[in-house]
Structure formats: structure tokens, C-alpha cells
């Protein structure tokens, strides 16, 4: 259902059809599609945990984080509850505190700004193509830094 799903949302089972092409996912390949996704996991942890204690669990100064909250505004996406908006000012703290290196996509609100402003922000133009339609044309998203990249 991930595979044919709009944008990973796990908080829905709506998943696309087309009756120009093929379906996404070929059960004659999926040993092929389960062998690469081994390869590219297999020195990846994955946890389920709240967002707080995974980053106090990894928080070394050779660790860099990626960090990819919901859109602000769109909290719910990806399940009730599980990131409410009072959840970016708690992150942002956190952050503030870490010994390692972090960059967080983002989208481009006032609010974020103003929670995010004493970190390096950098503005990239994006588009949002949910399900492989152009949305909204070019947008601007936020990729914020505790740090000072190496091209900037």
C-alpha cells in the first residue's frame, strides 16, 4: 500500500490507479524490490519512539540528524496526535541543546520562522507534487541548520 500510495501517508489507504500504465508494484519483481531495499537499509536503524527521546538516544557530536517533521499546518497527516503543532517549539529547543549536527526541511511559514530564527535557515525552491501533480507550481521550503555548510 506504501508503494502505490499518495506521499507515504499511512494514515490513509487511498492509493492510485491509472488506466495508461501499469501498476507500481510487479509481483514478479518483488524479491528484486525486497533485495535492493535490504542493501540500501543495511546499516540503518529504525525506531519507534517519540521524536524527544530518539534525539536525546543518538545526541553525539559525530551524529547529524535529518530531520523531516509534518508540514506545519498539516500535523495530522501522518496519523492524529502523533506531531501536534506545540511539538515544533519543543523540537526547537531540543535542537538548540544537541551536541550534533542537524539540517530539517520544512515548509515556509511565519511561524516556523520565527521558531527556527535562531538557527541558520536557508530558502529552496521546491514543488509540491502529491501524487505526481504539479500543485501549487515552484514553492519555497526551509532547510534549517545548526551548522554552516560547506557551499554556503
Known sequence: MLKMGFSS???????GISTSSGPGLN???IEE??????LRLARVFVESMPFTELIDR?????????IDPPYHGSEDDYGKGLFKREDFAV?????AGIKGR??????????IRKLFGGFRIR???TRY????????????ELLVMNFKPASA
Open 9 to 15: 501517508k499511512v494514515n490513509s489507504t487511498t492509493f
Open 27 to 29: 509481483l514478479l519483481r
Open 33 to 38: 524490490d525486497l533485495s535492493a531495499a535490504h
Open 58 to 66: 543518538y545526541d553525539r557530536p559525530h551524529t547529524f540528524f535529518y
Open 91 to 95: 523540537l526547537a529547543e531540543q535542537l
Open 102 to 111: 542537524f539540517i530539517m526541511s520544512i515548509n515556509d511559514t511565519p511561524e
Open 123 to 125: 530558502t529552496v525552491p
Open 129 to 140: 507534487s502529491l501524487g505526481g501533480a504539479d500543485r501549487a507550481g515552484v514553492v519555497r
